[in-house]
Structure formats: C-alpha cells, structure tokens
C-alpha cells in the first residue's frame, strides 16, 4: 500500500501561483508514475501532469502545458505541482495520484482545493 497526503491549495487571484505537493510514504518502490488530476464541480476527474519515477520524463495536459511544471524529489518520494499564471478555470480540487507496476492509478491522496479568483 502507498499512502499520499497533499498540501498546498488555496484562494489565488488570477495569474497568481500556487505549489502543490505530495507526499507518499510506504511500498513506493512499486510505483512507477507520480501525477496530478484535478476534478471540477460537477465535472470529471481529468488529468493535469504525470511524472516517471524511472526517468523523471514528464507529461501534461494542453490545458497547463507552459504553465504548469511538475517534479519530484531526489528520493521520488515526493512531487510537486508548480502553478503559474493561474485562470478561474483552474479551479478545482487536485489530486495526487500514484500508479502501481500495473500502470493503473490505484493509489490516491484526500484531495487539495485550490480557487482561481477573477
């Protein structure tokens, strides 16, 4: 089992930033991706940013690609969401998510608001 607990969220004005992070404590030696997902009321979960504990290769959705910028620790333990330039569509509720050998993400964190004011 992986346990994740974030931190970070929070009331933001537009263009304004935010850091999420995650952190993730037990079998992590079987995760193989780090990511962040973000639902919005009445929405569904979408996917923001992913990270490969192999390689740190990284990938993102359109929506936050140039604004957003996730990383990891050295241990990998950890990861992060650096947000800039952020819009009211931003808002929502961000989750971290961790993806076992499968490739699944089975393992998810209580979730973070953040609110983009205009």
């Known amino acids: 089992q992986v346990h994740l607990v974030e931190s970070g969220g929070g009331l933001v004005q537009t263009g304004g930033t935010l850091r999420l992070s995650c952190a993730a404590s037990g079998r992590t030696e079987s995760v193989t991706f780090m990511a962040w997902f973000r639902q919005a009321p009445g929405k569904e979960r979408d996917f923001v940013a992913a990270?490969?504990?192999?390689?740190?290769?990284?990938y993102y959705a359109n929506s936050v690609k140039g604004r957003f910028t996730i990383s990891s620790d050295s241990a990998k333990d950890t990861i992060f969401l650096q947000m800039n330039s952020l819009k009211p569509e931003d808002t929502a509720t961000y989750y971290c998510?961790?993806?076992?050998?499968?490739?699944?993400?089975?393992?998810w964190g209580q979730g973070t608001q953040v609110t983009v004011s205009s």
């Open positions: 990270v490969r504990r192999s390689d740190v290769s990284t």
């Open positions: 998510a961790m993806a076992g050998i499968g490739g699944l993400y089975e393992y």
